[in-house]
């Protein structure tokens, strides 16, 4: 079994060399990343979680560093090049994690993890199949907007990569212990530190609603006329760089600003619009309530997860100093039971449910 594979490689308990123990090591740590990512996104889709009512999450001891190709994941992301002590003990959190979560599984859904192999092969097909699904509403979704095709192809490279890297579970591994260590330097709770992603696909549909697309252009327009500098779209909770990035790849006159806390998160996210040659996107490594919204004309929120303290904070910012006539668009509509003040408020729908409420200040008289 892959397991009992690795704990051999980990423990020496094999007369290969040194080297080849190594490369076997990086090979059985990237089955073993894949039935952990695919057992996570199958026990996920199926609403269970572990014991305490909370995802059962994996940690390591691997420190963030500058941007390097990833020896597990092939990816550039902030995971230096591993030494063989921490493929091990990356290794050795898949393997916990594994059994936590077969232990908390219901048993009509323990034969659908009894079986690595089997469970890679059949979780590796249906996630490759979700993956293509994206694929094709995004590029839908792009020539309905016109995007140019260099614009599209850049945007294919980009959500393929950005896949890739939040599957690794050396990323994963350094997401966690960044965030354990921020939240307790800070005060914010862990909660705030929730990692999700949105389809290019899902985020164009809420741009493009009639009344939140004419009150974007309103927007953008008023701070072209009223400021020297581009008017700026920002992202709060910019994470690996998802949803500033489509504004940059679909609004090439827009500055596209993402706010993020999390280091490992923005390095990611800097160096994915650098290989993507995206002038006109920038990402600030820094608290979301001391951000500069002088000049903002769309403010994005990714507040699904954040505490009502934080909520609560941010809406006070925004009603402070948001400029006049400025729409801010969230996920659940967290401003307005906040009491942010609005001339008009929508929601976009998909058949999930709520993806984005958008909301204008009022106009400057």
């Known amino acids: 079994m892959l397991q009992s594979a690795a704990l051999d490689l980990q423990q020496g308990k094999t007369s290969q060399p040194a080297a080849q123990r190594r490369r076997q090591l990086v090979s059985t740590l990237r089955v073993l990343q894949e039935l952990h990512c695919l057992t996570t996104n199958t026990l996920n889709k199926l609403t269970l979680s572990g014991p305490d009512g909370e995802q059962q999450d994996s940690s390591s001891t691997l420190d963030a560093t500058a941007t390097s190709v990833c020896r597990v994941c092939g990816h550039q992301h902030c995971c230096s090049a591993p030494s063989a002590q921490q493929l091990q003990d990356a290794a050795v959190q898949l393997n916990k994690g594994l059994s936590e979560w077969r232990s908390s599984a219901p048993e009509h859904i323990k034969d659908l993890i009894s079986s690595e192999q089997s469970s890679a092969q059949h979780f ?18 792009a020539a309905a907007a016109q995007l ?24 994963q591994a350094q997401l966690l212990q960044q965030a354990a260590a921020v939240s307790a330097g800070t005060g914010y709770s ?23 697309a004419a009150a974007i252009q309103a927007a953008m327009d008023r701070r072209l006329t009223s400021s020297s500098s581009r008017p700026c779209y920002m992202v709060w909770g910019a994470s690996i760089g998802w949803l500033a990035l489509y504004a940059a790849l679909t609004h090439s006159s827009w500055s596209v600003v993402g706010i993020e806390l999390l280091p490992v998160l923005v390095q990611v996210a800097q160096h994915m619009a650098q290989a993507a040659g995206l002038t006109g996107v920038s990402f ?17 929120l990714t507040e699904q997860c954040w505490d009502d303290q934080l909520i609560a904070k941010a809406a006070a910012k925004v009603q402070a100093e948001l400029p006049a006539g400025s729409v801010v668009i969230d996920y659940t509509g967290s401003m307005g039971r906040a009491g942010l003040a609005s001339s008009f408020s929508t929601a976009v729908s998909e058949e999930q449910g709520t993806i984005g409420l958008a909301k204008s200040r009022g106009h400057e008289e």
């Open 124 to 141: 590796a097909g249906a996630r490759q199949q979700q993956l293509e699904a994206e694929t094709a509403a995004n590029m839908e979704a």
């Open 148 to 171: 140019p095709a260099q614009a599209c192809n850049a945007l294919q490279e980009v959500v393929s990569q950005l896949r890739a890297i939040e599957s690794c579970v050396l990323f």
């Open 190 to 212: 862990s909660s705030n530190f929730a990692y999700s992603s949105t389809p290019f696909s899902s985020w164009l549909k809420v741009h493009r609603e009639p009344q939140v």
């Open 284 to 300: 600030d490594c820094g608290d979301l309530l001391a951000s500069d919204l002088s000049n903002v004309g769309v403010l994005l």
